[in-house]
């Protein structure tokens, strides 16, 4: 399921702002506010990542003052 991992462990969640929302196309985001599921799937997993994760432990693993992670969507996410 989308809120249990595979390894049951804890999930992170990266919250966009609202500078990213503006850059989604209108389509996606009507879908988001229409209360599409399929895409409100599709956009939660691509903002959450496995394990949990606080403001230091980020910046303590962050090389070059970045870090990429894996999202539970298959896509990478880099924080700097």
Known sequence: GLMTPEDG???????????????????ARNALVEGD???ADTFLKAH??????????LN??????????????GTKITLV
């Open 9 to 27: 462990g804890q999930l992170t969640l990266f919250v966009p702002d609202d500078s990213a929302f503006d850059r989604m196309g209108e389509e």
């Open 37 to 39: 599921f399929a895409t």
């Open 48 to 57: 959450l990542v496995s394990g949990r994760y606080t403001l230091q432990e």
């Open 60 to 73: 303590a693993k962050a090389k070059d003052n970045t870090l990429t992670l894996t999202t539970l969507a």
